[in-house]
Nanobody, 122 residues
């Protein structure tokens, strides 16, 4: 099982990035997918999650209205569109898979990608 996160980079405040999480080795359409982030010296925090079918989503209050999570099961890929980025969004972003769930608690996820760095300059 492999989850490959990509799309991070350096962007100015107010800019946009789209992260991708490509999955292999699992029945992707049976897994809810979450995005989490971790900044230096801080705990890992929930960002957004999407159900296995893509029909339901949930967001952290800090990103609601700015970030959009989506998925394409035909491509085994989940996306996180991030708009109006702020310096406080700077972190390593991780995607994770959870069998037939899409919770906010990172402890409950089964598989993790390696992370992609997002840096937002002011």
């Amino acid at each position: 099982v492999q989850l490959q996160a990509s799309g991070g980079g350096l962007v100015q405040a107010g800019g946009s990035l789209r992260l991708s999480c490509a999955a292999s080795g699992l029945a992707f359409s049976s897994y809810g997918t979450g995005w989490f982030r971790q900044a230096p010296g801080k705990e890992r925090e929930f960002v957004a999650a999407i159900s296995w079918s893509g029909g339901s989503t949930t967001y952290a209050d800090s990103v609601k209205g700015r970030f959009t999570i989506s998925r394409d099961n035909a491509k085994n890929t989940v996306y996180l569109q991030m708009n109006n980025l702020k310096p406080e969004d700077t972190a390593v972003y991780y995607c994770a898979g959870q069998y037939f769930r899409y919770g906010r608690n990172w402890h409950e996820y089964d598989y993790w990608g390696q992370g992609t760095q997002v840096t937002v300059s002011s």
